[in-house]
T-cell receptor, first 113, second 115 residues
Framework: QKEVEQDPGPLSVPEGAIVSLNCTYSNSAFQYFMWYRQYSRKGPELLMYTYSSGNKEDGRFTAQVDKSSKYISLFIRDSQPSDSATYLCAMTGRIQGAQKLVFGQGTRLTINP | DGGITQSPKYLFRKEGQNVTLSCEQNLNHDAMYWYRQDPGQGLRLIYYSQIVNDFQKGDIAEGYSVSREKKESFPLTVTSAQKNPTAFYLC??????????????FGSGTQLSVL
């Protein structure tokens, strides 16, 4: 079983739709959760960074963490064509005495005008 | 502007050849990382370094080598021992905080292909 599971998509939605991207994980030692956005042939950029369970909002983006279910989500409201990218979840925690960072495989998202 | 610079953007390797990918950062970050990204896969850690003159193997270090002679620089050499080098290579850096999650800053990547 992979430590982090992310549906690779591709996911295609019309402009203005609400998008939901999700990841599940297996190790409860993960404490910090991130979402990165990666445009084609570019490096990922940090979009959201959360620690505790609950919601964190930044503009049209909301990151949700449910540690009891080992499930994290990223919601995009009023989606725009410029949101078309690959979204990677990532999480980090102290595992077997060392800080470990693990990425999901990424979900490719297309917003159609 | 602070950031991470990777070069070249595209690189071609011939059979049996070693090639070196450059990564420079001016963010004053202590830690630097090299990741490999294959289509449809997440990022896989090759090597990382938390301090000058010290580095650690990641999950897929075989066929790669690194050096960290300066805080700002972390070049990656893809050796001839790496039999499947075609991939998108990403360099990243971060501050180090004890028991805290790292926020990684990435370069723009180098696409390596085999001739």
């Amino acid at each position: 079983q992979k430590e982090v599971e992310q549906d690779p998509g591709p996911l295609s939605v019309p402009e203005g739709a609400i998008v939901s991207l999700n990841c599940t994980y297996s190790n409860s030692a993960f404490q910090y959760f991130m979402w990165y956005r990666q445009y084609s042939r570019k490096g990922p950029e940090l979009l959201m960074y959360t620690y505790s369970s609950g919601n964190k909002e930044d503009g049209r983006f909301t990151a949700q963490v449910d540690k009891s279910s080992k499930y994290i989500s990223l919601f995009i409201r009023d989606s725009q064509p410029s949101d078309s990218a690959t979204y990677l979840c990532a999480m980090t925690g102290r595992i077997q005495g060392a800080q470990k960072l693990v990425f999901g495989q990424g979900t490719r998202l297309t917003i159609n005008p | 502007d602070g950031g991470i610079t990777q070069s070249p953007k595209y690189l071609f390797r011939k059979e049996g050849q070693n090639v070196t990918l450059s990564c420079e950062q001016n963010l004053n970050h202590d830690a630097m990382y090299w990741y490999r990204q294959d289509p449809g896969q997440g990022l896989r850690l090759i090597y990382y370094s938390q301090i000058v003159n010290d580095f650690q193997k990641g999950d897929i270090a075989e066929g790669y080598s690194v050096s960290r002679e300066k805080k700002e620089s972390f070049p990656l050499t893809v050796t001839s021992a790496q039999k499947n080098p075609t991939a998108f290579y990403l360099c990243a850096s971060s501050m180090i905080g004890r028991d805290r999650g790292e926020k990684l800053f990435f370069g723009s990547g180098t696409q390596l292909s085999v001739l």
